[in-house]
């Protein structure tokens, strides 16, 4: 069935780096906008960054801009968010997405991952 | 950015209740707005798309309505798993900033 299954996070100290992973199965992964959304404990949801399907088109919110690094690999059918100079403020929950109708997100994300947890502190 | 202000924060209702959730954005996003039912412990699920449209096997209970900036989310007749928090989204502007509501949590009285 469709699947997204997110690993790679962890406690980690502040300044630190984290690389996180989200394996797809059941959809041809290389036809979809793929996303992370993170939560911070007791938070709403935050987007975090964006990548097309070819990964030629990347965003990131601000507050990550110059410290993550979104990519893909299409042939593994993989998703990777790498997290570097981690701050406090990063703890969450982080989701990997699928954007739906295989366009750039503007009808949702349909399918979400499990979720895996990053902490950062001291 | 655009803000999306979603009202009541929380929501208490019975089994059986009609229910609204207000979500308004700070400018015009015509019907680029999302639903999302999330609950505790568990992944977002989307419900609603482009403010109207129910997402494949989500129950016909829900309902969502709107455009430009003021939507709403329905649900028809309160079932016990609709107990969650919700959240709207809005996709009007660049992926960058597809902005959440800060989320409405229904619980039950």
């Known amino acids: 069935q469709v699947q997204l299954v997110e690993s790679g996070g962890g406690l980690v100290k502040p300044g630190g780096s984290l690389r996180l992973s989200c394996a797809a199965s059941?959809?041809?992964?290389?036809?979809?906008?793929m996303s992370w959304i993170r939560q911070a404990p007791g938070k709403g949801l935050e987007w975090v960054s964006y990548i097309n399907s070819s990964g030629s088109t990347i965003y990131y919110t601000d507050s990550v801009k110059g410290r993550f690094t979104i990519s893909r690999d299409n042939a593994k059918n993989s998703l990777y968010l790498q997290m570097n100079s981690l701050r406090a403020e990063d703890t969450a929950v982080y989701y990997c997405?699928?954007?739906?109708?295989?366009?750039?997100?503007?009808?949702?994300?349909?399918?979400w991952g499990q979720g895996t947890t990053v902490t950062v502190s001291s | 950015d655009i803000q999306m202000t979603q009202s009541p924060s929380s929501l208490s209702a019975s089994i059986g209740d009609r229910v609204t959730i207000t979500c308004r954005a700070s400018?015009?996003?015509?019907?680029?707005l999302n639903w999302y039912q999330q609950k505790p412990g568990k992944a977002p699920k989307l419900l609603i798309y482009?403010?109207?449209s129910l997402q494949s096997g989500v129950p016909a209970r829900f309902s969502g309505s709107g455009s430009g900036t003021d939507f709403t989310l329905t649900i028809s007749s309160l079932q016990p798993e609709d107990f969650a928090t919700y959240y709207c989204q809005q996709t009007y502007s660049t992926p960058r900033e597809y902005t959440f509501g800060q989320g409405t949590k229904l619980e039950i009285k």
């Open positions: 059941g959809f041809t992964f290389s036809d979809y906008y």
């Open positions: 482009a403010a109207s």
């Open positions: 400018q015009n996003i015509t019907s680029y």
């Open positions: 997405a699928r954007a739906s109708r295989g366009g750039p997100g503007a009808y949702g994300m349909d399918v």
